[in-house]
């Protein structure tokens, strides 16, 4: 109830919004906005059932931008409490009030804009009223969705109350320090330091937002706000894209933290499938899948060691990734390498030149910004020089900010495994003949798919061929997966192929026996480590993708900064 008032109070341009509660909204919910008012001829019609204003013609249903149209939500409110819309319009100088159908509206005293009150809820259907939670969790939904709304309506002042007592005031946010401070309000003061800026175009479609960090995960998937444009949904292609962009960096069991704008073409979605308008549908739902992961995977692809728990904007005129932290054109990473240490890294010429540059003073500075201009005219990479080994299992640096502690084995363990991608991606996927053909029971859709995408299956490294009405015999699987599950593997593959038009199952699949083999081929605790090799590991993190977090999700890397070195030891006290 309280999110259909809110949104007809956006569709009516308010730029301040009161929702003032009683008993969690049983005794009381009052909506004050200050939008452009309703005439008073038109009141007893916005109390009839399926009248709107915001629909004129069948074109207009087709290209839907309010956030309601179906004229339903201030009829079905008055039938079932005791209900009041109070109104003026700014080019009025009298507000009025109706009370319920079939009243005619009455003179009142209101500032420019509308108040929707509505009293003793479910009064005229106490059946429905035992089905109410208790008062708190109901609040609590008031409050969350208040929250939701406010994230994607920055320009809109929001004041929640309840009992009388002010719970959450969230100001415009008139330029971009005021939107993190919202942002921070409502998913905690550490998550704009913590997430990654989003906002990509292409195919038609527009991607802003922020999404977390991998290292920033949540126990709950309790922070997670997708919008359509400017709409709060819930949508399982939206999910499973996420889901799959943070696959390869979230720890088990983990759920990342976002909140995402999508903007599309209104007549490419259909926002009219579910009563609450909380679901859509979208035309070309394995595009929009497609764009979401490649846009997010690009994104967290840029979370190298280094860089740092600053937010990264991938902005939608850089397709392609910056280039690796520590590669510029006089940087270290640049200089020349002769050969390989025990631990497959490259290392330098000599293992003077790092005494050399250790010797050299590093710029001390107080930013928590790493890539900084002074660290750059000083050639000091993002994660510094290697002093030495701690516990044989942390490699400890220096670096402009101060110290940098590297959990060695995760950090090796991520480079491995992009190294093993990177060599798949390019001798593509070999295929193993099966000694014996596999015929496997499938249902008629997923039979008919073989013959759709047998395209797709054979670049999958399959080959797999339709062995009647509901089944399908499977010839050669990828070599890759030798002793994996094969029937298991072809049925995922084919579901997922008839649900959403492609499959990433194969690649998932891969990739685990791929982290696999990183891990048993990274280096182990109480190896003893060369200053070379670990300078080699450290510049390895700076040119590696999602180097900030080993496979399974835990940080690689930790940045002490001297200012807080000197707090430690009370330093200038």
């Known amino acids: 109830m309280v999110k259909e008032l809110v949104e007809n109070a956006l569709d009516a341009g308010a730029t301040r919004i009161e929702v003032d509660i009683e008993d969690g909204g049983a005794r009381l919910i009052q909506v004050r906005d200050d939008g452009g008012g309703i005439a008073a001829e038109d009141l007893p019609l916005a109390l009839a059932q399926h009248a709107t204003s915001k629909i004129a013609s069948l074109d207009d249903l087709e290209h839907v931008r309010t956030l309601g149209f179906r004229g339903e939500a201030l009829a079905s409110i ?6 009041a819309l109070t109104s003026r319009r700014h080019d009025e100088s009298t507000a009025w009030t109706i009370g319920a159908t079939g009243e005619a509206p009455r003179p009142a005293q209101h500032p420019p804009g509308t108040t929707v009150e509505v009293r003793d809820l479910f009064y005229k259907v106490p059946a429905r009223r035992k089905f109410l939670r208790a008062e708190r969790t109901e609040f609590g939904h008031i409050d969350e969705l208040i929250k939701a709304v406010a994230l994607a309506q920055p320009r809109v002042e929001f004041r929640l109350t309840h009992n009388g007592k002010p719970v959450r005031l969230l100001r415009p946010a008139a330029d971009d320090a005021a939107l993190m401070a919202r942002i921070g309000e409502i998913f905690g003061t550490d998550f704009p330091a913590q997430s990654l800026r989003i906002d990509h175009a292409g195919a038609g479609m527009r991607l802003s937002g922020w999404v977390g960090l991998p290292t920033a995960s949540r126990a709950q998937a309790d922070q997670q706000y997708f919008y359509v444009n400017g709409r709060l949904v819930r949508d399982r292609v939206v999910t499973h894209a996420v889901r799959q962009a943070y696959a390869d960096v979230l720890f088990h069991g983990r759920h990342p933290a976002y909140a995402l704008f999508l903007e599309i073409a209104p007549e490419a979605v259909d926002v009219n499938v579910h009563p609450a308008k909380s679901e859509v549908r979208f035309r070309e739902g394995r595009l929009v899948h497609d764009f979401l992961y490649r846009t997010l995977n690009e994104a967290l692809a840029q979370t190298r060691a280094g860089v740092g728990p600053h937010p990264v904007h991938l902005s939608s005129q850089s397709a392609h990734l910056p280039p690796p932290a520590g590669e ?14 025990g631990l497959g890294l490259a290392v330098r010429e000599s293992p003077a030149d790092y005494a050399a540059l250790l010797g050299t003073a590093l710029p001390r500075s ?24 701690l516990a044989g299992i942390y490699v400890l640096a220096e670096n402009a900010n101060g110290l940098v502690l590297v959990d060695m084995h995760a950090a090796h363990e991520r480079i491995t495994y992009e190294k093993l991608k990177n060599a798949r991606a390019c001798d593509g996927i070999r295929s193993q003949l099966l000694l014996v053909p596999l015929s496997l029971a499938v249902s008629e859709r997923e039979a008919a798919c073989v013959e759709d995408h047998a395209q ?5 490294g399959f080959d797999i061929a339709r062995g009647g009405q509901q089944s399908v015999i499977v010839k050669r699987y990828p070599g890759i997966l030798e ?16 649900a959403h038009g492609n499959s990433r199952r194969l690649e998932e699949t891969q990739n685990e026996i791929l982290s696999t083999m990183a891990c048993h081929g990274s280096i182990r605790a109480n190896r003893r480590l060369t200053l070379p090799e670990m300078n080699a590991l450290l510049r390895e993190m700076e040119a590696t993708e999602r180097s900030g977090q080993c496979n399974h999700g835990r940080p690689t890397w930790v940045q002490l900064p001297v200012a807080e070195l000197d707090k430690m030891f009370l330093r200038g006290r």
């Open 78 to 83: 008055a039938s079932i409490a005791r209900f």
């Open 328 to 341: 510029g054109k006089d940087s270290l990473a640049s200089q020349p390498w002769r050969a390989q240490s």
């Open 366 to 389: 107080t930013s928590n910004t790493v890539a900084s201009d002074e660290t750059a005219s000083n050639d000091v990479p993002p994660l510094g020089f290697a002093l030495a080994q």
């Open 456 to 460: 797709h299956l054979e670049a999958l």
């Open 483 to 498: 002793g994996a599950d094969v029937a298991g593997l072809v049925r995922d593959v084919l579901a997922d192929l008839v």
